[in-house]
């Protein structure tokens, strides 16, 4: 089992910058893939940004490409989401999860932290 923790988040100005970490605990050597998704009211939760651990390269979905990044930490156990020019329509409930494997899907993820919200304003 793996238990994921996120912390960060909040509310921010257009244009400002949020930080996001998730903690994974448990079997977090068990990983392969970390993620983060979002998910507003009324559609489906979307892949944004995810990571493998072995070899470190982001992958990024076009809406946040060039001004999200997605980083592990030395120990590779967090995954941060530094979140910069930030717009309205970034406001969202933000997920952290992971994978055994690949993770290219959302089906894919074995494990979700609790979200956390992000609200950015005009």
């Known amino acids: 089992q793996v238990y994921l923790v996120e912390s960060g988040g909040g509310s921010a100005q257009s244009g400002g910058s949020l930080r996001l970490s998730c903690t994974a605990s448990?079997?977090?050597?068990?990983?392969?893939?970390m993620a983060w998704f979002r998910q507003v009211p009324g559609l489906d939760r979307e892949l944004i940004a995810s990571?493998?651990?072995?070899?470190?390269?982001?992958e990024y979905s076009h809406f946040v490409k060039g001004r999200f990044a997605i980083s592990l930490s030395n120990s590779k156990d967090t995954v941060y989401l530094q979140m910069d020019s930030l717009k309205p329509e970034d406001t969202a409930v933000y997920y952290c999860?992971?994978?055994?494997?690949?993770?290219?899907?959302?089906?894919?993820?074995?494990?979700w932290g609790q979200g956390t919200q992000v609200t950015v304003s005009s």
């Open positions: 999860a992971a994978s055994t494997s690949l993770g290219v899907r959302a089906a894919e993820y074995d494990y």
């Open positions: 448990g079997r977090a050597d068990s990983l392969f893939a």
């Open positions: 990571i493998r651990k072995a070899y470190e390269i982001p």
